[in-house]
């Protein structure tokens, strides 16, 4: 019985270890050798399997014509869980020693949390630092860290304004340009039918960082192993002041976005418009039929009339874990997944590219989307690609502090909290985080 | 045990009757003492029905509150029913207790059949799997070690029903993360013996099956066998297993609602589309909501939860009998 017990509390050690993100101690061993081109050559000729945690619809197609072009490769595509879930799989895979797969999907904010555990592989020897002109900047930046660059950008979620053209029209409001028409505009929505609201939120941390990077701030510094957290510029301060507004006039719907209630408020017009990623279509298309022809895409409200600032909001790249067992044959595919003619099968299919040649292409660019009348989407998102501002770092542990996003600013959206406030709670708790996991904190 | 039901002699009766009599309407108002009931009123009702404490008068509150019961039970599975018939626009558009504009159950189950290359069928096949393996296995092992730890007396058997009853205490869910590591260790994750393996062990199952075998198997009928020189497995199988079956039924069906259901521990072991039971199968297709550029397929995972809950229902319309006979053992001293 002793033994058994003591084996009990061993592995409830090793468990909270493995549920440990981010946690250095908890990083595995280096299994040595650094791999290069001529690896990946030879990989592609002998063949093997490759497995692939990706949670993303299009690489379905990538890793059928992946495998028609190298009859030997086994790609084996498995959805381990969406973001958080599958990186909680991925972190007790890597602890436990075994089950991790060779290719993971990871999305940008998260990047920085892996490769600092030291869980993923560093890839320029293998020749990603030849790509360093094929990406577009946001997520070529967001794939690096520090010197290294320890993932390849698979596409990219620059953010535009969906809107819902029949209910603006039958109520007359024009499509805001700045954020404070937006908020116009929710106020004579809500008061020509109290059923409508503008948008929902009910507290969203990769939204709130989107709409912060747009109006200029930029709260996360990161060099190395120090860390500057602030929410005390002048951006951060127009965007508080802003939501402030349309929370305390509540005007926003009190609906979680992604849930059934929520394509709901998308199919019946009662949520008008999302600030969303280049993503979104495929989901409206799916998700909210019946909406068909009414929604139309928009530039992003501006912070500043007449300006053209953009930001990115979700987006993911392709990695491959130390833990591989065969990182050679997995860096091919992610190679060919995200470069060249598999990124452009994977844009046909339905993906917004991260790769400058698709987003410059004229048949990307004028393909009409019918969900939305028709229109030529591509070309706002492209434009908003474009105009993403420069010099956003999410923090090394993002990961876990979007989990405590809802705690801190979460209360904003349903006390007498304000959003400055919950901000501020927000910077306090990542950087005692910080702190315990060994960053140096400024603050 | 015929007894006059108006009679003064117990309280119980004495109750009932007075709450009949005040919702009977011909009795309200009168202000004697419940003995005293019209002369007519009593004579009619003894007419109808007698009753007595085996076959007591139907209480109006007590049916209001299992007519309450039935409707939250039944609700969700009316919905369930109803909203099967909806397609996609439908669901979100059409009142959620009544049909929508299209009946579209047969179309929506042959798409939840056929909907990424059978993965439902797929999915189905292997929680048959970790059913008939893990629960199958679990009621083996059960009836063998509560039939053993009944009939047979040995040092330690107090320390093993210690750990049994233990055993019951400490849910599965706490020890899921620590027996991935260990299957981990020995590479078995994402391989279906990570789920069916630890579904074999059933503490409950095997402490019912030995106070059921204490009950349902007299010694003195194992020493008759003995005597008439039958070897151990002979009586086990010819004798002790027939009495055993209304116990055998029951830790069927609980390890096999608990392994039809089981979510917890396969979404921590299996990783391998392949190898989902229905239960992470449906959950991964509700997943695809959630995620920018995926398809979401409300329609297809409501019938799909309709065809998983429908075996559990048959089973149990077909099974019950033994169901309630083995959950009363032990409840009546004869």
């Given at each position: 019985?002793?033994?058994?017990s003591?084996?009990?509390?061993?592995?409830?050690?090793?468990?909270?270890?493995?549920?440990?993100?981010?946690a250095?101690?908890?990083?595995?061993p280096?299994?040595?050798?650094?791999?290069?081109?001529?690896?990946?050559?030879?990989?592609?000729?002998?063949?093997?399997?490759?497995?692939?945690?990706?949670?993303?619809?299009?690489?379905?197609?990538a890793a059928?014509?992946?495998?028609?072009?190298?009859p030997?490769?086994?790609?084996?595509?498995?959805?381990?869980?969406?973001?958080?879930?599958?990186?909680?799989?991925l972190?007790?895979?890597?602890?436990?020693?075994?089950?991790?797969?060779?290719?993971?999907?990871?999305?940008?904010?998260?990047?920085?949390?892996?490769?600092i555990?030291?869980?993923?592989?560093e890839?320029?020897?293998y020749?990603?630092?030849?790509?360093?002109?094929a990406f577009?900047?946001?997520?070529?930046?967001?794939?690096?860290y520090?010197?290294?660059?320890?993932?390849?950008?698979?596409?990219?979620?620059?953010?535009?304004?969906?809107?819902?053209?029949?209910?603006?029209?039958?109520?007359g409001?024009a499509?805001?340009?700045?954020?404070?028409?937006?908020?116009?505009?929710?106020?004579?929505?809500?008061?020509?039918?109290?059923?409508?609201?503008?948008?929902?939120?009910?507290?969203?941390?990769?939204?709130?960082?989107?709409?912060?990077?747009?109006?200029?701030?930029?709260?996360?510094?990161?060099?190395?192993?120090?860390?500057?957290?602030?929410f005390?510029?002048?951006?951060?301060?127009?965007y508080?002041?802003?939501?402030?507004?349309?929370?305390?006039?509540?005007?926003?719907?009190?609906?979680?976005?992604?849930?059934?209630?929520?394509?709901?408020?998308?199919?019946d017009g009662?949520?008008?418009?999302?600030?969303?990623?280049?993503?979104?279509?495929?989901?409206?298309v799916?998700?909210?039929?019946?909406a068909?022809?009414?929604?139309?895409?928009?530039?992003?409200?501006?912070?500043?009339?007449?300006?053209?600032a953009?930001?990115?909001?979700?987006?993911?790249?392709?990695?491959?874990?130390?833990?591989?067992?065969?990182?050679?044959?997995?860096?091919?595919?992610?190679?060919?997944?995200?470069?060249?003619?598999g990124?452009?099968?994977?844009?046909?299919?339905?993906?917004?590219?991260?790769t400058?040649?698709?987003?410059?292409?004229?048949?990307?660019?004028?393909?009409?989307?019918?969900?939305?009348?028709?229109?030529?989407?591509?070309?706002?998102?492209?434009?908003?690609?474009?105009?993403v501002?420069?010099?956003?770092?999410?923090?090394?542990?993002?990961?876990?502090a979007?989990?405590?996003?809802?705690?801190?600013?979460?209360?904003?959206?349903?006390s007498?909290?304000?959003?400055?406030?919950?901000?501020?709670?927000?910077?306090?708790?990542?950087?005692?985080?910080?702190?315990?996991?060994g960053?140096?904190?400024?603050? | 045990?015929?007894?006059?039901?108006t009679?003064?002699?117990?309280?119980?009766?004495?109750?009932?009757?007075?709450?009949?009599?005040?919702s009977?309407?011909?009795?309200?108002?009168?202000?004697?003492?419940p003995?005293?009931?019209?002369?007519?009123?009593?004579?009619?009702?003894?007419?109808?029905?007698?009753?007595?404490?085996?076959?007591?008068?139907?209480?109006i509150p007590?049916t209001?509150?299992?007519?309450?019961?039935?409707?939250?039970?039944?609700?969700?599975?009316?919905?369930?029913?109803?909203?099967?018939?909806?397609?996609?626009?439908?669901?979100?558009?059409?009142?959620g207790l009544?049909?929508?504009?299209d009946?579209?159950?047969?179309d929506?189950i042959?798409?939840?059949?056929?909907?990424?290359?059978?993965a439902?069928?797929?999915?189905?096949?292997?929680?048959?799997?970790?059913?008939?393996?893990?629960?199958?296995?679990?009621?083996?092992?059960?009836?063998?070690?509560?039939?053993?730890?009944?009939?047979y007396?040995?040092?330690?058997?107090?320390?093993?029903?210690a750990?049994?009853?233990?055993?019951?205490?400490v849910?599965?869910?706490?020890?899921?993360?620590?027996?991935?590591l260990?299957?981990s260790?020995?590479?078995?994750?994402?391989?279906?013996?990570?789920?069916?393996?630890?579904?074999?062990?059933?503490?409950?199952?095997?402490?019912?099956m030995?106070?059921?075998?204490?009950?349902?198997?007299?010694?003195?009928?194992?020493?008759?066998?003995?005597?008439?020189?039958?070897?151990?497995?002979?009586?086990?199988?010819?004798?002790?297993?027939p009495?055993?079956?209304?116990g055998?039924v029951?830790?069927l069906?609980?390890s096999?609602?608990a392994?039809?259901?089981?979510?917890?521990?396969?979404?921590?072991?299996?990783?391998?589309?392949?190898?989902?039971p229905?239960?992470?199968?449906?959950?991964?297709?509700s997943?695809?909501?959630?995620?920018a550029?995926?398809?979401?397929?409300?329609?297809?995972?409501?019938?799909?939860?309709?065809?998983?809950?429908?075996?559990?229902?048959?089973?149990?319309?077909?099974?019950?009998?033994?169901?309630q006979?083995?959950?009363?053992?032990?409840?009546?001293?004869?």
């Open positions: 019985m002793r033994t058994k003591r084996r009990r509390i061993l592995s409830a050690v090793a468990a909270t270890c493995a549920l440990t993100l981010g250095t101690a908890c990083g595995s280096d299994p040595g050798a650094e791999g290069s081109a001529k690896d990946v050559a030879s990989a592609l000729e002998s063949g093997g399997k490759v497995t692939v945690w990706a949670w993303e619809p299009t690489l379905k197609k059928a014509d992946f495998e028609k072009k190298y030997k490769v086994h790609v084996e595509l498995v959805n381990a869980g969406t973001g958080d879930k599958q990186y909680t799989a972190q007790n895979a890597i602890a436990a020693g075994s089950g991790a797969p060779d290719v993971a999907q990871v999305e940008y904010y998260a990047v920085g949390q892996f490769a555990g030291k869980s993923l592989q890839l320029s020897p020749g990603a630092s030849a790509h360093d002109q577009t900047t946001g997520p070529w930046s967001a794939v690096k520090g010197n290294g660059i320890y993932a390849l950008p698979m596409d990219s979620g620059p953010m535009a304004l969906f809107y819902n053209k029949k209910v603006f029209d039958r109520y409001i499509v805001p340009t700045t954020w404070d028409e937006y908020v116009e505009a929710a106020r004579a929505l809500h008061k020509a039918d109290p059923k409508l609201y503008i948008t929902n939120d009910t507290g969203d941390a990769g939204a709130t960082t989107s709409l912060i990077w747009q109006a200029g701030g930029r709260p996360y510094k990161v060099e190395g192993t120090e860390i500057g957290i602030g005390g510029d002048a951006g951060t301060a127009q508080a002041a802003t939501w402030q507004k349309l929370i305390d006039e509540r005007l926003l719907a009190p609906i979680t976005s992604w849930s059934d209630e929520w394509y709901k408020g998308l199919s009662s949520i008008a418009t999302l600030s969303i990623g280049a993503c979104m279509p495929a989901n409206f799916t998700g909210a039929p019946a068909s022809g009414d929604w139309r895409v928009a530039p992003l409200p501006q912070w500043t009339k007449g300006a053209k953009a930001a990115e909001n979700g987006g993911s790249s392709l990695a491959v874990p130390k833990a591989s067992k065969n990182k050679a044959l997995a860096y091919a595919f992610i190679e060919y997944a995200t470069t060249g003619a990124a452009t099968a994977r844009v046909s299919a339905g993906a917004f590219p991260a400058r040649a698709d987003l410059e292409s004229q048949a990307f660019l004028d393909s009409p989307f019918p969900y939305f009348g028709g229109q030529p989407a591509n070309r706002i998102l492209a434009d908003a690609a474009r105009d501002g420069t010099g956003w770092s999410y923090l090394p542990y993002q990961v876990y979007n989990s405590v996003f809802n705690d801190t600013v979460g209360k904003a959206y349903v007498s909290t304000t959003l400055a406030q919950g901000l501020e709670a927000w910077r306090a708790a990542s950087a005692k985080y910080g702190k315990d996991q960053f140096t904190v400024a603050e | 045990m015929i007894t006059d039901p009679g003064p002699s117990s309280g119980t009766r004495e109750r009932t009757v007075h709450s009949g009599a005040d009977n309407g011909a009795a309200a108002g009168s202000p004697g003492p003995v005293t009931q019209p002369p007519h009123a009593a004579p009619r009702r003894r007419r109808r029905r007698a009753h007595t404490p085996l076959d007591p008068r139907p209480s007590l209001l509150v299992t007519g309450l019961v039935l409707v939250y039970t039944l609700l969700p599975l009316a919905w369930l029913v109803i909203n099967a018939t909806k397609d996609q626009e439908d669901l979100l558009d059409s009142f009544w049909l929508g504009e009946f579209q159950l047969w929506n042959s798409r939840t059949l056929t909907y990424d290359d059978g439902f069928v797929r999915w189905t096949l292997n929680t048959l799997l970790y059913v008939a393996a893990g629960a199958g296995g679990a009621t083996l092992l059960a009836v063998l070690g509560g039939y053993a730890l009944a009939v007396e040995f040092p330690g058997r107090r320390a093993v029903f750990v049994v009853i233990g055993a019951v205490a849910p599965g869910t706490a020890l899921a993360v620590p027996t991935f260990m299957f260790g020995m590479g078995l994750a994402n391989t279906p013996w990570a789920v069916i393996i630890p579904s074999l062990v059933s503490p409950f199952g095997l402490y019912l030995w106070v059921f075998t204490a009950q349902a198997v007299p010694s003195e009928l194992l020493e008759a066998a003995r005597i008439d020189g039958a070897g151990e497995l002979r009586i086990f199988f010819r004798i002790a297993l009495l055993l079956v209304p055998t029951t830790v069906l609980f096999m609602v392994t039809w259901n089981n979510y917890f521990l396969p979404l921590i072991m299996i990783k391998d589309p392949d190898w989902y229905l239960t992470l199968g449906l959950n991964a297709w997943a695809q909501a959630r995620t550029g995926g398809e979401p397929v409300f329609d297809l995972i409501i019938t799909g939860s309709l065809l998983t809950i429908a075996p559990i229902v048959v089973v149990f319309l077909l099974l019950q009998r033994y169901w006979s083995g959950l009363a053992a032990g409840s009546v001293k004869e």
